[in-house]
């Protein structure tokens, strides 16, 4: 028989697969599945995927367990609110011809905060809404010190309006979780029930066997959207009076704001240290190693040879500009040279020396403080710096208007987008930087572009 496998002997295959198999040399060959594990190669760049950005949500619940827990034993706790509420106030006023009604008001004040942190725990707990704390109760002294600051205490004073606003809430809560359904339930079994119950010489129209359970399939199908709002109501609620004021907030904000600017102007003096230390001093260091040597050659001869010394003196004068140069771009990084001339100066400059074109459209009526141009400058020039580095941008706009006591810095490139704070691009610190001085950053960042940055801030700090 001929052979047409083209190998040796031994490997052949017969031609009969079944004579084959049983010699015991015909084995079925079947591709072997190798995983492959993702190397990247030498030449290519090795690029670590956000999968953060790119992960596909996860699908969210109807209705999540906490709030349908929420829903139903709220009520009992928000029943218990409004009658210490209730029970405060109409023991206070009656009390407050007397010595006692101010002190019990206060006590009550601060007996709503202690409720307002309950319900707090409660509203992050089941319905997943972390609420911050509102400030403590400034400390006074003495007892009219105590009385003053629990009277005067605007984050009592929200707990309590709290505590009797929760009161409608849990009910409407209370409603479309248990008593909705109920309902539907009973709407979808009128039938059955009319049939049962009902005596057999009562005949029941074909529309109310029809109409009720499709009426109950109808609020039952309602169910999870109006327990979806009702949960979002005590969310609401929640952050409005539970939380700290607005003017707690900015409070907090701006604490955190100078704490991170404090920090980072320490960082950036220590940077300024080291380059002072490592570069400046070396340098002059090294004219002053040059100097040496060229006064050693005059005074070791009476004719000392020029062609060393105009060598030692060529050293000297290059190493001089390279301290001067050095110094510059030290004293650059601590206030900008072109803000000497004004903001529209320097950010012109700034414009002319992007590697990515840019185009500048300036509205200076007028002249903020110099520290918000600082800031504006800096912001300025770190986003075209990202523009550059990040973005993949052809052409970039800068956009300011300062006018009413505002502000305003626009930047916008025609790059990939995706721009996002933690991307480790530097805006971040631009948010901290803006931040300190009472303004804010907005980013607008979509995949595929166009990225575009907002900083408002006030023209006097």
């Given at each position: 028989?001929?052979?047409?496998?083209?190998?040796?002997?031994g490997l052949r295959r017969a031609a009969d697969p079944e004579e084959a198999r049983r010699a015991?040399?015909?084995?079925?060959?079947?591709?072997?599945?190798?995983?492959?594990?993702?190397?990247?190669?030498?030449?290519?760049?090795?690029?670590?995927?956000?999968?953060?950005?790119?992960?596909?949500?996860?699908?969210?619940?109807?209705?999540?367990?906490?709030?349908?827990?929420?829903?139903?034993?709220?009520?009992?706790?928000?029943?218990?609110?409004?009658?210490?509420?209730?029970?405060?106030?109409?023991?206070?006023?009656?009390?407050?011809?007397?010595?006692?009604?101010?002190?019990?008001?206060?006590?009550?004040?601060?007996?709503?905060?202690?409720?307002?942190?309950?319900?707090?725990?409660?509203?992050?707990?089941?319905?997943?809404?972390?609420?911050?704390?509102?400030?403590?109760?400034?400390?006074?002294?003495?007892?009219?010190?105590?009385?003053?600051?629990?009277?005067?205490?605007?984050?009592?004073?929200?707990?309590?309006?709290?505590?009797?606003?929760?009161?409608?809430?849990?009910?409407?809560?209370?409603?479309?979780?248990?008593?909705?359904?109920?309902?539907?339930?009973?709407?979808?079994?009128?039938?059955?029930?009319?049939?049962?119950?009902?005596?057999?010489?009562?005949?029941?129209?074909?529309?109310?066997?029809?109409?009720?359970?499709?009426?109950?399939?109808?609020?039952?199908?309602?169910?999870?959207?109006?327990?979806?709002?009702?949960?979002?109501?005590?969310?609401?609620?929640?952050?409005?009076?539970?939380?700290?004021?607005?003017?707690?907030?900015?409070?907090?904000?701006?604490?955190?704001?100078?704490?991170?600017?404090?920090?980072?102007?320490?960082?950036?003096?220590?940077?300024?240290?080291?380059?002072?230390?490592?570069?400046?001093?070396?340098?002059?260091?090294?004219?002053?190693?040059?100097?040496?040597?060229?006064?050693?050659?005059?005074?070791?001869?009476?004719?000392?040879?020029?062609?060393?010394?105009?060598?030692?003196?060529?050293?000297?004068?290059?190493?001089?500009?390279?301290?001067?140069?050095?110094?510059?771009?030290?004293?650059?990084?601590?206030?900008?040279?072109?803000?000497?001339?004004?903001?529209?100066?320097?950010?012109?400059?700034?414009?002319?020396?992007?590697?990515?074109?840019?185009?500048?459209?300036?509205?200076?009526?007028?002249?903020?403080?110099p520290a918000i141009e600082r800031v504006v400058y800096f912001c300025a020039a770190e986003l075209?710096?990202?523009?550059?580095?990040?973005?993949?941008?052809?052409?970039?706009?800068?956009?300011?208007?300062?006018?009413?006591?505002?502000?305003?810095?626009?930047?916008?490139?025609?790059?990939?987008?995706?721009?996002?704070?933690?991307?480790?691009?530097?805006?971040?610190?631009?948010?901290?930087?803006?931040?300190?001085?009472?303004?804010?950053?907005?980013?607008?960042?979509?995949?595929?572009?166009?990225?575009?940055?907002?900083?408002?801030?006030?023209?006097?700090?």
């Amino acid at each position: 028989m001929a052979d047409h496998s083209g190998g040796p002997a031994g490997l052949r295959r017969a031609a009969d697969p079944e004579e084959a198999r049983r010699a015991g040399r015909f084995r079925p060959r079947f591709p072997r599945f190798r995983p492959r594990l993702s190397r990247s190669r030498p030449s290519e760049p090795r690029v670590r995927p956000r999968l953060s950005r790119f992960r596909p949500p996860l699908p969210r619940p109807a209705v999540r367990p906490g709030e349908v827990v929420f829903a139903v034993a709220g009520l009992p706790a928000a029943v218990a609110g409004a009658v210490f509420v209730f029970a405060m106030l109409y023991a206070g006023t009656l009390l407050a011809v007397t010595l006692i009604g101010l002190p019990l008001v206060a006590a009550g004040l601060r007996g709503a905060r202690v409720l307002g942190g309950l319900h707090r725990r409660a509203v992050a707990g089941l319905l997943g809404e972390d609420v911050p704390g509102p400030e403590p109760v400034p400390p006074a002294p003495g007892v009219l010190g105590w009385i003053r600051a629990g009277l005067t205490d605007p984050s009592g004073w929200r707990a309590l309006l709290y505590l009797v606003l929760r009161l409608p809430a849990g009910l409407a809560a209370f409603l479309v979780a248990v008593v909705l359904p109920a309902t539907a339930v009973w709407l979808i079994g009128f039938p059955v029930l009319v049939h049962v119950l009902a005596p057999h010489d009562r005949a029941v129209p074909w529309w109310a066997s029809v109409a009720g359970p499709s009426l109950g399939l109808v609020l039952l199908a309602a169910v999870p959207a109006a327990i979806r709002r009702a949960s979002g109501l005590n969310r609401r609620l929640a952050r409005l009076l539970l939380g700290p004021t607005s003017g707690q907030r900015r409070m907090r904000a701006l604490e955190r704001s100078r704490h991170a600017l404090a920090a980072e102007n320490t960082e950036a003096l220590r940077s300024i240290e080291r380059d002072l230390h490592d570069g400046t001093q070396a340098e002059l260091v090294a004219i002053a190693m040059t100097l040496s040597l060229a006064d050693d050659a005059l005074g070791a001869r009476p004719d000392p040879a020029p062609d060393r010394l105009s060598v030692l003196l060529a050293r000297a004068r290059t190493q001089t500009d390279d301290a001067i140069a050095g110094l510059r771009r030290i004293t650059r990084g601590i206030n900008p040279v072109p803000l000497d001339a004004g903001l529209g100066a320097a950010l012109r400059s700034l414009a002319m020396g992007s590697p990515v074109p840019a185009g500048l459209r300036l509205d200076l009526r007028e002249r903020p403080d110099p520290a918000i141009e600082r800031v504006v400058y800096f912001c300025a020039a770190e986003l075209l710096t990202n523009v550059a580095r990040h973005s993949g941008a052809d052409t970039a706009t800068v956009e300011v208007v300062a006018a009413h006591g505002r502000v305003r810095l626009v930047v916008t490139d025609d790059g990939r987008g995706g721009a996002f704070p933690d991307g480790g691009s530097g805006l971040t610190g631009l948010g901290r930087r803006v931040e300190a001085v009472g303004g804010t950053i907005r980013i607008i960042s979509p995949e595929g572009g166009p990225t575009t940055v907002v900083a408002d801030l006030p023209s006097t700090v």
